[in-house]
T-cell receptor, first 115, second 115 residues
Framework: AQTVTQSQPEMSVQEAETVTLSCTYD???????LFWYKQPPSRQMILVIR??????QNATENRFSVNFQKAAKSFSLKISDSQLGDAAMYFC????????????FGKGTRLHILP | EAQVTQNPRYLITVTGKKLTVTCSQN?????MSWYRQDPGLGLRQIYY???????DKGDVPEGYKVSRKEKRNFPLILESPSPNQTSLYFC??????????????FGPGTRLLVL
């Protein structure tokens, strides 16, 4: 069975600095999707970025980028120029391309932004 | 505007009093799912549905029921709520196939307290 591990329950970063949130996963499949979701204090789940496993190029969305290492089964999120609004819980998630499988979430990393 | 709506957003109830949390999406998604989020446990899937009249158990289905009579609606039913069902609940939806199938859209969440 697939698993997703976020080893950092909490992290802090100074405003305007860069922070990297780690995520590792375990799967025997070769085709899948990976996601980072943001959950701000409002509790709504917001998709930050997604990566298709067959793509070698790392996904980027403005200040958010990923370092996808397929062989190492690692999918870290880098936030550049951190802003106060980035403070949230971040969830890493895995979804098999076989749609019968459910999306698997990590337990989350709470990110604090220090002014 | 494409969205997933949940009602109610907040609910306090007592043990044993049946309740329903509604979920509706306006994107014609085939796939819908319910999750609960608890501290230290991340998001766990309760039930999911791949189309009308097709539902399946997720990781933690005990104590819950769902139905999918219409494509847009996927209510979560707690026949006899207990305090261990106090949690934050999310509904999510996505396409089942084709472009965009990999992205789940989340509702705003429903915070439930069972006394």
């Amino acid at each position: 069975a697939q698993t997703v591990t976020q080893s950092q329950p909490e992290m802090s970063v100074q405003e305007a600095e860069t922070v990297t949130l780690s995520c590792t996963y375990d799967t025997s499949e070769s085709d899948y999707y990976l996601f980072w979701y943001k959950q701000p204090p409002s509790r709504q789940m917001i998709l930050v970025i997604r990566q298709e496993a067959y793509k070698q190029q790392n996904a980027t969305e403005n200040r958010f980028s990923v370092n996808f290492q397929k062989a190492a089964k690692s999918f870290s999120l880098k936030i550049s120029d951190s802003q106060l609004g980035d403070a949230a819980m971040y969830f890493c998630a895995y979804l098999s391309m076989n749609r019968d499988d459910k999306i698997i979430f990590g337990k989350g990393t709470r990110l604090h932004i220090l002014p | 505007e494409a969205q997933v709506t949940q009602n109610p957003r907040y609910l306090i109830t007592v043990t044993g009093k049946k309740l329903t949390v509604t979920c509706s999406q306006n994107m014609n998604h085939e796939y819908m799912s319910w999750y609960r989020q608890d501290p230290g446990l991340g998001l766990r899937q309760i039930y999911y549905s791949m189309n009308v009249e097709v539902t399946d158990k997720g990781d933690v289905p005990e104590g819950y029921k769902v139905s999918r009579k219409e494509k847009r609606n996927f209510p979560l039913i707690l026949e006899s709520p207990s305090p261990n069902q106090t949690s934050l609940y999310f509904c999510a939806s996505s396409y089942l196939a084709g472009a965009g199938k990999e992205t789940q859209y989340f509702g705003p969440g429903t915070r439930l307290l069972v006394l």
